[in-house]
């Protein structure tokens, strides 16, 4: 295991600056999570870290040492990428294997280890298997393993599930969890996906434009986001958000589109766009206090979930209200979308977060 240090660590190609400066500790044996928009660095950072690319300026210190000229194979870390990039003509275990015998490994040190990581993975019975005889989520299994044996100081992963199906990706999600519990190994892992940032990162970097906008917890960013950015990125759906519409009203309140509600905020002048996430509204009669009056533009039912697209009176854009369940809405439906003043985010005119909701139960305005 190793602690990873990044010091204004900067990358360029050319006139193109792609990383501008970051900052960046991940603890020894902690979970880290690189998010962001395609095009914002988190690819190109997860290469600077592996050694693939020299970064322009800066330190990258592993382990307390500096490894900026230190070449791939002697940093201690072993990437996992999108693609598995298997052997077709050798063996699962021969394919886990291949780096430690071109290392000259003793066999019998490499059968030990390629059976203990099948034994993580559960891939056991397919070791004799070549990979055509696999299926996508066993493929990538195995890259994982061929990883694993290398024993590394730290784990890279760029976005190793993106090739695969919805079902097999919640299916990799718990293995790589319970393959994080077993081994304790640092991991930093590169994703679009929030929902696997989320659920399995101990820590979420999120990139835009070569910049850091956060790090912290998953629940952290969730729950009181620095700026817009953030709060727009993290969350599916999106937080929903809305222009503050002219000046504070009589009785603390401000005007938006559909109606006018209250803010908890100690600088309401300054109050630009307030954000809303979509579990925190409910729906009501059209007229109530607190609410923004619409129409129902279009309706999802999940089942365990019911999605309402609501048009606000007076302009074109549409808010979600995630329902718990079943409801039974109808396309077209006068409504109205109650506002809790607690759930409410309220930004400035340059994207900073004036006042975070406070963490509340789903649909509890």
């Given at each position: 295991?190793?602690?990873?240090?990044?010091?204004q660590v900067r990358k360029s190609?050319?006139?193109?600056?792609?990383?501008?400066?970051?900052?960046?500790?991940?603890?020894?044996?902690?979970?880290?999570?690189?998010?962001?928009?395609?095009?914002?660095?988190?690819?190109?950072?997860?290469?600077?870290?592996?050694?693939?690319?020299?970064?322009?300026?800066?330190?990258?210190?592993i382990d307390g040492h500096v490894?900026?000229?230190?070449?791939?194979?002697?940093?201690?870390?072993?990437?996992?990428?999108?693609?598995?990039?298997?052997?077709?003509?050798?063996?699962?275990?021969?394919?886990?294997?291949?780096?430690?015998?071109?290392?000259?490994?003793?066999?019998?040190?490499?059968?030990?280890?390629?059976?203990?990581?099948?034994?993580?993975?559960?891939?056991?019975?397919?070791?004799?298997?070549?990979?055509?005889?696999?299926?996508?989520?066993?493929?990538?299994?195995?890259?994982?393993?061929?990883?694993?044996?290398?024993?590394?100081?730290?784990?890279?992963?760029?976005?190793?599930?993106?090739?695969?199906?919805?079902?097999?990706?919640?299916?990799?999600?718990?293995?790589?969890?319970?393959?994080?519990?077993?081994?304790?190994?640092?991991?930093?892992?590169?994703?679009h996906d929030q929902i696997e940032?989320?659920?399995?990162?101990?820590?979420?970097?999120?990139?835009?434009?070569?910049?850091?906008?956060?790090?912290?917890?998953?629940?952290?960013?969730?729950?009181?986001?620095?700026?817009?950015?953030?709060?727009?990125?993290?969350?599916?759906?999106?937080?929903?958000?809305?222009?503050?519409?002219?000046?504070?009203?009589?009785?603390?309140?401000?005007?938006?589109?559909?109606?006018?509600?209250?803010?908890?905020?100690?600088?309401?002048?300054?109050?630009?766009?307030?954000?809303?996430?979509?579990?925190?509204?409910?729906?009501?009669?059209?007229?109530?206090?607190?609410?923004?009056?619409?129409?129902?533009?279009?309706?999802?039912?999940?089942?365990?979930?019911?999605?309402?697209?609501?048009?606000?009176?007076?302009?074109?854009?549409?808010?979600?209200?995630?329902?718990?369940?079943?409801?039974?809405?109808?396309?077209?439906?006068?409504?109205?979308?109650?506002?809790?003043?607690?759930?409410?985010?309220?930004?400035?005119?340059?994207?900073?977060?004036?006042?975070?909701?406070?963490?509340?139960?789903?649909?509890?305005?």
């Amino acid at each position: 295991m190793a602690k990873l240090e990044l010091h204004q660590v900067r990358k360029s190609f050319g006139s193109v600056d792609v990383l501008k400066g970051i900052d960046l500790t991940v603890e020894d044996g902690e979970f880290a999570a690189f998010v962001g928009p395609s095009g914002c660095g988190k690819s190109t950072l997860l290469r600077l870290i592996c050694g693939l690319d020299e970064i322009s300026s800066g330190q990258m210190i592993i382990d307390g040492h500096v490894v900026n000229d230190v070449p791939p194979a002697k940093r201690g870390i072993a990437m996992v990428f999108q693609s598995y990039a298997l052997y077709p003509h050798m063996t699962v275990a021969d394919n886990m294997g291949y780096a430690l015998r071109l290392a000259g490994t003793p066999r019998e040190e490499i059968r030990r280890r390629v059976e203990a990581a099948a034994r993580v993975l559960r891939i056991s019975e397919y070791v004799d298997r070549k990979p055509r005889q696999l299926s996508g989520g066993q493929r990538q299994r195995v890259a994982i393993g061929r990883a694993i044996v290398r024993e590394p100081k730290i784990f890279l992963f760029d976005e190793p599930l993106s090739n695969l199906d919805a079902a097999l990706r919640v299916e990799m999600r718990i293995e790589i969890a319970r393959m994080k519990e077993r081994l304790g190994t640092t991991m930093i892992y590169v994703t679009h996906d929030q929902i696997e940032a989320m659920t399995l990162a101990d820590k979420i970097v999120v990139l835009n434009a070569g910049k850091v906008e956060q790090i912290g917890s998953p629940l952290d960013l969730y729950n009181t986001p620095a700026n817009r950015f953030v709060a727009g990125f993290i969350g599916s759906p999106r937080m929903n958000f809305l222009i503050v519409q002219g000046h504070r009203l009589d009785g603390g309140r401000v005007r938006m589109p559909g109606g006018s509600i209250s803010l908890n905020t100690s600088a309401p002048e300054a109050a630009h766009e307030i954000g809303v996430r979509p579990e925190h509204l409910e729906l009501c009669a059209p007229g109530t206090s607190n609410a923004l009056d619409g129409r129902v533009a279009m309706t999802e039912h999940l089942g365990s979930d019911t999605y309402a697209y609501v048009a606000l009176d007076g302009t074109d854009e549409m808010i979600v209200v995630r329902l718990d369940g079943e409801r039974p809405i109808s396309q077209g439906e006068r409504v109205g979308v109650l506002v809790n003043p607690d759930a409410v985010h309220v930004f400035s005119k340059d994207g900073r977060t004036l006042a975070s909701a406070k963490p509340m139960a789903r649909n509890a305005a």
